[in-house]
């Protein structure tokens, strides 16, 4: 059974940083491509960053130069350093695990958490 467990999130000012966690089990950690999602209240979720095994990376134009996203393959975990934060980030953080086997890819969710970012 795969699991996406998120954590780190939480209420900071303008300007803060935050970093956020996503602890994987039950799939090849190794193997998948790893992003990270947010949904703001009704607007529709959003890509902030991805990063697949081989390191490339891709990120959501809004959070260039602030956000950072980075992988630990022996601890399944995929983290997001987001530095200068603004009001705008404000919304529920996804990590998300895309897994790619004979029968095409899976798509895997966290739960959520929270980011609010207070003006």
């Known amino acids: 059974q795969v699991q996406l467990v998120e954590s780190g999130g939480g209420l900071v000012q303008a300007g803060g940083s935050l970093r956020l966690s996503c602890a994987a089990s039950g799939l090849s950690f190794r193997r998948a491509v790893m992003g990270w999602y947010r949904q703001a209240p009704e607007k529709q979720r959003e890509l902030v960053a991805t990063m ?4 490339r990376l891709n990120y959501a134009d809004s959070v260039k130069g602030r956000f950072t996203i980075s992988r630990d393959n022996a601890k399944n975990t995929v983290y997001l350093q987001m530095n200068s934060l603004k ?5 529920v953080y996804y990590c998300k695990a895309v897994v790619v086997g004979g029968r095409g890819s ?3 969710w966290g739960q959520g958490t929270q ?3 207070s003006s």
């Open 106 to 108: 899976t798509d895997y």
């Open 52 to 55: 697949t095994d081989g390191g």
């Open 115 to 117: 980011v609010t970012v």
């Open 87 to 91: 009001p705008e980030d404000t919304g």
